[in-house]
């Protein structure tokens, strides 16, 4: 007697689409450290601006800054 073994693809699609599910889980979460680290450098730039601004205007200007000048000053080199 003759044995014949056959093998199917039949898996395949639940493979593929529980890869694709994982993957865009993935790339969800990557987002959201990314963002979490926006936000804390963001949190930073308006500490410091709240910082300036809590100043007299005689120690913004021993910094050479004048009080309408702080927000352009503390996100010049921001990405926003």
Known sequence: MATTAT???A??????AASTAFSAIGRFLRRIAESSGRVAALNNRVRQAEALM???DEQLA???LRREDIVRHVFSNSWM
């Open 7 to 9: 093998f199917s693809d």
């Open 11 to 16: 898996g395949r699609p639940v493979a593929n």
């Open 54 to 56: 809590a100043m007299s």
């Open 62 to 64: 021993e910094r050479g």
